[in-house]
């Protein structure tokens, strides 16, 4: 890492700071160790700054004055939400998007880490997807505002890098969950809804009603995994280009496998009823996380059914609170 980083503690602004993985963040750096003496870490939320505002941006900029930022504010929604509101997603994310790289160039942030989505890769693809092909042709059609928006940003990160110099670089993680997810019915993420849906149909005694075939395959990493590697990109990774942050192609499985294992996290006896007349989105986004264990070879992500309890665990206890 540059000089100018050794001489003075970071002053880390994470934006998003209250979503999934802005909290999953917060916890490692407050409870695993993950802040350095001396280092100040802001978790901002939307109720502070609108990013989509340029004037608000800036005021946020200098009321704490980062010297290093993690990107994770966004616009986001469920699959069906993004069919529905494409331009929204677009427009919005764009703006968040500049407003934050323009805001940190001007300020003379050393580094910026954002956050992609494995949604961007393009649809029509050989698998497993890798880094080098994130533009290869277009994402898929059902969120295509938000994937184009969320690529602007390795273009911007290249350009900055060309202009001006700046080690502004992204992380691609692909499904993330855990505490703090987004659990509604209709725009959340697709294990969080599961968790939801599965806790209320055991409630009230009905079956578990599953949005699609169940057939479609994921790779699921979990919120404290991503925060952990974000908080090593964050100090160590020096490429402009972004990084994949994944399970390995062979963790890869069907939501209907998840589905049994949210089920048995929450001793959900009832039936289960997949709903085939709803869209099943992409059938498979493989990623490939080879240059992750190039740099990473020993690390150890958290199983998926050990994970999903966790989270089922959380969300119980937290039901209150969550976002629902």
Not at 51 to 72: C, G, M, S
Not at 174 to 199: I, Q, R
Request: hydrophobic residues 35%.
């Amino acid at each position: 890492m540059d000089s100018q980083t050794k001489a003075e503690p970071m002053r880390v602004l994470v934006t998003g700071g209250s979503g999934l993985v802005g909290k999953a963040i917060e916890h490692v750096v407050k409870q695993e160790g993950g802040c350095l003496e001396g280092e100040q870490w802001t978790f901002l939320s939307s109720k502070e700054a609108n990013l989509v505002d340029l004037q608000q941006t800036r005021a946020v900029f200098e009321k704490y004055r980062p010297t290093h930022v993690i990107h994770l504010a966004a616009k986001v929604g469920g699959l069906y939400l993004h069919m529905k509101e494409n331009l929204h997603f677009l427009r919005d994310n764009l703006r968040i998007n500049d407003n934050v790289l323009q805001t940190s160039h001007e300020r003379g942030v050393t580094k910026v880490v954002s956050c992609l989505s494995s949604c961007i890769f393009p649809d029509k693809t050989t698998y497993p997807i890798d880094e080098s092909m994130i533009h290869n042709g277009p994402p898929h059609d059902s969120n295509f505002g938000y994937s184009h928006a969320k690529r602007m940003i390795d273009i911007q990160n290249r350009g900055y890098f060309a202009q001006h110099g700046r080690r502004y670089t992204a992380v691609i993680p692909t499904n993330v969950y855990g505490p703090y997810d987004n659990f509604n019915f209709e725009n959340g993420h697709v294990l969080s809804a599961l968790m939801h849906k599965t806790y209320a149909a055991k409630k009230e005694g009905t079956p578990l009603q599953v949005w699609g075939s169940g057939t479609p395959r994921r790779q699921f990493i979990y919120s404290l995994d991503v925060a952990r590697l974000f908080l090593w990109v964050l100090r160590e990774y020096d490429e402009i280009d972004p990084i994949i942050l994944s399970v390995g192609e062979e963790e890869e499985l069907p939501i209907k496998d998840a589905v049994e294992m949210i089920a048995d996290a929450l001793d959900f006896k009832g039936q289960i009823v997949f709903d085939t007349s709803k869209s099943d989105g992409q059938m498979k986004k493989t990623a490939s996380n080879a240059k992750l264990r190039r740099y990473l070879p020993d690390f150890t992500f958290t199983p998926l059914s050990e994970g999903i309890k966790k989270t089922c665990d959380w969300f119980v206890n937290n039901y209150d609170i969550a976002r629902t």
